[in-house]
Nanobody, 123 residues
Framework: VQLVESGGGLVQTGGSLRLSCAAS????????MGWFRQAPGKEREFVAA????????LYADSVKGRFTISTDNAKNTAYLQMNSLKPEDTAVYYC?????????????????WGQGTQVTVSS
């Protein structure tokens, strides 16, 4: 599975961005998808994850109510809609996939990673 993120950029506080993660390879529809982010000098942290077969999406407390994760199986693409962005959301955002339908918050559970896309929120 190969993952390619896009949609990052520079946005003002309060603005919105939608990140996309295009996946190649088989079985996308049965893979749980996740988004993580890494700010300079900090560890990569969980943002959101989307399971399959009715599993409830997971969100970090810091983004709950502002970010929404979704997938389009027909396009083999996962999305992260980010609204009401704050300067503390500035980071490189990574898409990840795991060969299980169950979403988790643990970075080590995800075997496949994209190259990352930069999101910068100006104050």
């Amino acid at each position: 599975v190969q993952l390619v993120e896009s949609g990052g950029g520079l946005v003002q506080t309060g603005g919105s961005l939608r990140l996309s993660c295009a996946a190649s390879g088989r079985a996308f529809g049965s893979f749980a998808m996740g988004w993580f982010r890494q700010a300079p000098g900090k560890e990569r942290e969980f943002v959101a994850a989307f399971g399959r077969y009715g599993n409830t999406p997971l969100y970090a407390d810091s983004v709950k109510g502002r970010f929404t994760i979704s997938t389009d199986n027909a396009k083999n693409t996962a999305y992260l809609q980010m609204n009401s962005l704050k300067p503390e959301d500035t980071a490189v955002y990574y898409c990840a996939a795991r060969s299980s339908a169950i979403a988790t918050r643990r970075r080590r559970d995800y075997a496949y990673w994209g190259q990352g896309t930069q999101v910068t929120v100006s104050s």
